[in-house]
Nanobody, 113 residues
Framework: QVQLLESGGGLVQPGGSLTLSCAAS????????MGWYRQAPGNQRDLVAV?????LTTHAESVEGRFNISNDMKTVNLRMNMMKPEDTAVYYC?????????WGQGTQVTVSS
């Protein structure tokens, strides 16, 4: 089992920045990828960014150039810059380990003036 603890959500003004962090604990050996997803009310949960154990990253087109995912062995971070109201959502951390996906509890991010 892998446990995930997210932090860093909150309220930010348009154009501002926020960093989300997710700490993994438990059986972390064998994690193949770590990522962030988000879900706005009435919408499906969508991929924001993912980083593999080899350091390869993928960012959704909607956040390319504004968001950046990074990690070390136990933590995955999402630096969010130039934020827009449409970035408002619950953000979920996820890791894949041996073809199983584990999810955090989610953290609310609100972009509003």
């Amino acid at each position: 089992q892998v446990q995930l603890l997210e932090s860093g959500g909150g309220l930010v003004q348009p154009g501002g920045s926020l960093t989300l962090s997710c700490a993994a604990s438990g059986n972390i050996l064998g994690i193949a990828a770590m990522g962030w997803y988000r879900q706005a009310p009435g919408n499906q949960r969508d991929l924001v960014a993912v980083i593999t154990s080899g350091g390869l990253t993928t960012h959704a087109e909607s956040v390319e150039g504004r968001f950046n995912i990074s990690n070390d062995m136990k933590t995955v971070n999402l630096r969010m810059n130039m934020m827009k109201p449409e970035d408002t959502a619950v953000y979920y951390c996820s890791v894949r380990r041996f073809d199983l996906d584990y999810w955090g509890q989610g953290t609310q991010v609100t972009v509003s003036s």
